[in-house]
């Protein structure tokens, strides 16, 4: 029977370059009656529901000691504390003098603080960013399923799958991508400005898209989940949910680049290992070329009571 299948199938590829024809033999589902109950099981055990999953944000205190966890910044700690404690054993006849000499950490100590709070300020940002993607999902779908043939019925879109018939109509938010195999009205025109940054609705028709490169802005045939029906009625096939859509995969790509550094951290990683050598190389040096002098009253060490 249409829409029962032993074992489930992994996504169309392309499925703009395909007719509708082949879209709907690839899935193995008839338009007018939709998937069976034991298909749709299946296919949800394989891609899961379809929704975009919930980011859960770091602690504040956490995003706070990322901040610190970089060796230029550990060098600069390291400076600021080093220069409050020779400040604080250092002898200073004028008060203006012990005041001058707290002011060399107290600024590097207020520079990193600064670079902490810019950093948790961008890192809160982004995380709102990715959240702010569920924001688009709709909460419910219209489906035509073989429990039901040829009645559309209302579902959670969660729990659509790859395969699906499903119905949008002006006013609808588009609940997963879809492949369009009718058109009820004149004309279908969706409002896709949240994924293609378009700033007019655009046209959209049943035919095949000759180019398999093509972006999205060029695939008429599709509809992207969160995007709005600005007017028309359609069907098609559910041919991508959750993160297996455009939408999801946008969340993926922020969550990756979130986690990667950019080429200019690498390089100012790359500079704090080199100046950190330096560092120690210079320190090593002066001891040596001074450590005959340890001993000597004019040079060595005062005792401090």
Not at 49 to 58: F, R
Request: net charge negative; glycine share 6%.
């Amino acid at each position: 029977m249409t829409g029962e299948s032993s074992t489930t199938k992994s996504l169309l590829d392309h499925p703009w370059i395909r007719t509708k024809e082949e879209v709907a033999k690839y899935y193995d589902v008839q338009e007018d009656i939709g998937l069976s109950e034991a298909r749709i099981r299946q296919d949800f055990e394989k891609y899961g529901p379809n929704e975009l999953p919930a980011e859960e944000g770091k602690p504040l205190w956490k995003l706070i000691l990322e901040q610190f966890n970089d060796l230029l910044v550990k060098i600069l700690l390291a400076a600021a504390c080093i220069s409050f404690v020779l400040a604080l054993f250092e002898e200073h006849k004028e008060d203006h003098s012990l005041v001058a000499a707290f002011v060399e950490p107290l600024v590097i100590l207020l520079i990193l603080i600064a670079n902490a709070t810019v950093g948790v300020w961008q890192e809160r940002n982004a995380e709102s960013a990715i959240e702010a993607l569920k924001e688009y999902e709709p909460e419910i779908a219209k489906v035509i399923r073989q429990n039901r043939p040829g009645h559309v019925q209302k579902i959670k879109a969660r729990e659509l799958v790859p395969g699906d018939i499903v119905e949008v109509a002006v006013g609808d938010k588009v609940p997963a991508d879809i492949r369009i195999t009718t058109i009820y009205s004149a004309t279908i025109r969706v409002d896709q400005s949240l994924l293609t940054g378009e700033c007019v609705s655009v046209i959209k028709r049943t035919d095949p898209v000759s180019d398999a490169r093509a972006v999205n802005q060029d695939k008429k045939n599709i509809l992207f989940s969160g995007t709005n029906i600005a007017s028309g009625k359609c069907r098609g096939i559910v041919i991508g949910t959750g993160l297996n859509s455009e939408i999801g995969k946008i969340q993926t790509v922020m969550t990756e680049t979130e986690e990667e550094k950019t080429p200019l951290q690498q390089k100012l990683d790359e500079f704090s290992e080199q100046l950190s050598k330096v560092i120690s190389v210079i320190c090593v040096a002066v001891w040596l070329i001074n450590i005959g002098h340890f001993n000597d009253p004019v040079h060595g060490e005062k005792k401090v009571y």
